[in-house]
Structures are given as structure tokens and as C-alpha cells.
């Protein structure tokens, strides 16, 4: 089992699930890894349309057939802000990325504002197991090694519900 990295955090009258990584790596390298249609695919998914109208259209790639998704661009400051809005379905997901730099050490931090306790025994798991694999990617380790089942979910899932309490 992996252990669970992410936190709910109580912001503006939402909670919010709040993960970070670090990697020992120029801010402009990570920021590839997580626009790049090429470097998504090693661990998350892939993306095609035009960012410049303002959305794109994402498709996962290790969740079996999963269908694609709208996400709407809010921010984006390269290489320090991706703000976009997942559209599948009726559900809306916020998911903001930002970046910074300091000693060789760039920090990546993924919130998702408005994450339910329902959705936090599911999602939090989940963003462990794709932020641990875009590690694995820019480490040079092999992102297949991670399973999500046997290691993830529903193993760490009381990590995030019980922060609800």
C-alpha cells in the first residue's frame, strides 16, 4: 500500500483536497509534464484541440474505456498556473495546478475545491495514484509499477473521509 500524501483542507466555506509533490527538476520540465499531450500519456492522458479556444479535449488512459472529457483553460500561466474545469457529464470538477521553484525544486500542488466526503474516499486516492506515477515518469522509474487497486483504493480511502469528521 501507498501512503496516502493529500489533505482536505476548509477554504471559503468548501473543503478542498490539497496534494503536492516535488521533483528535482527546472519548473519548465515539470510544466511539460503536465501540458504536453506526449508527456501526459506516460502517466495521466492525452489532450487534443486547441488550447488557445480556450478548452481542449482530455481523454484518461489507464481507467480502461473512459470516455473524454471538456476541460475549459480558466488560467493559464506558463509555467506556474493551470486552472481548468472538468466537464463530464453533469459533474464539474475544479482542478487547479500551480507551480513554484526554489533550489533546484519544483512543487506542484493540485487542488480540487468543492471535493465532497463521498467523492474524497474516491478522488483522493486517485490523485495519489496519477501524481505518483507523473514522479515515476520524471524519475525514470516505470509508472505501470503502481497499482491502483492493490495499492490505492480502497486502501487509503479512510485517509480522506476521515478528515471530514
Same mark, same amino acid.
Given at each position: 500500500?501507498?501512503?496516502?500524501?493529500?489533505?482536505?483542507?476548509?477554504?471559503?466555506?468548501?473543503?478542498?483536497?490539497?496534494?503536492?509533490?516535488?521533483?528535482?527538476?527546472?519548473?519548465?520540465?515539470?510544466?511539460?509534464?503536465?501540458?504536453?499531450?506526449?508527456?501526459?500519456?506516460?502517466?495521466?492522458?492525452?489532450?487534443?484541440?486547441?488550447?488557445?479556444?480556450?478548452?481542449?479535449?482530455?481523454?484518461?488512459?489507464?481507467? /480502461?474505456?473512459? #470516455?473524454?472529457?471538456?476541460?475549459?483553460? =480558466?488560467?493559464?500561466? +506558463?509555467?506556474?498556473?493551470? *486552472?481548468? $474545469?472538468?466537464?463530464?457529464?453533469?459533474?464539474?470538477?475544479?482542478?487547479?495546478?500551480?507551480?513554484?521553484?526554489?533550489?533546484?525544486?519544483?512543487?506542484?500542488?493540485?487542488?480540487?475545491?468543492?471535493?465532497?466526503?463521498?467523492?474524497?474516499?474516491?478522488?483522493?486516492?486517485?490523485?495519489?495514484?496519477?501524481?505518483?506515477?507523473?514522479?515515476?515518469?520524471?524519475? /525514470?522509474?516505470? #509508472?505501470?509499477?503502481?497499482?491502483?487497486? =492493490?495499492?490505492?483504493? +480502497?486502501?487509503?480511502?479512510? *485517509?480522506? $473521509?476521515?478528515?471530514?469528521?
Amino acid at each position: 500500500m501507498s501512503a496516502p500524501t493529500g489533505r482536505i483542507e476548509h477554504r471559503e466555506g468548501q473543503h478542498v483536497l490539497v496534494q503536492t509533490r516535488q521533483l528535482r527538476a527546472p519548473i519548465e520540465d515539470v510544466w511539460a509534464a503536465v501540458t504536453e499531450p506526449d508527456r501526459l500519456a506516460r502517466w495521466i492522458g492525452t489532450w487534443d484541440g486547441d488550447p488557445t479556444s480556450g478548452s481542449v479535449e482530455f481523454r484518461m488512459l489507464f481507467e /480502461g474505456e473512459h #470516455p473524454g472529457e471538456t476541460m475549459t483553460i =480558466r488560467v493559464c500561466e +506558463p509555467p506556474h498556473r493551470l *486552472h481548468v $474545469t472538468s466537464h463530464v457529464g453533469d459533474e464539474v470538477w475544479l482542478l487547479d495546478l500551480d507551480l513554484t521553484h526554489a533550489q533546484g525544486v519544483t512543487t506542484l500542488t493540485l487542488t480540487q475545491p468543492g471535493v465532497t466526503a463521498e467523492q474524497a474516499s474516491d478522488v483522493g486516492p486517485g490523485w495519489d495514484y496519477y501524481l505518483d506515477r507523473l514522479v515515476d515518469a520524471e524519475t /525514470g522509474a516505470d #509508472p505501470a509499477q503502481r497499482d491502483f487497486e =492493490r495499492d490505492y483504493y +480502497p486502501a487509503t480511502s479512510a *485517509h480522506y $473521509t476521515a478528515q471530514f469528521d
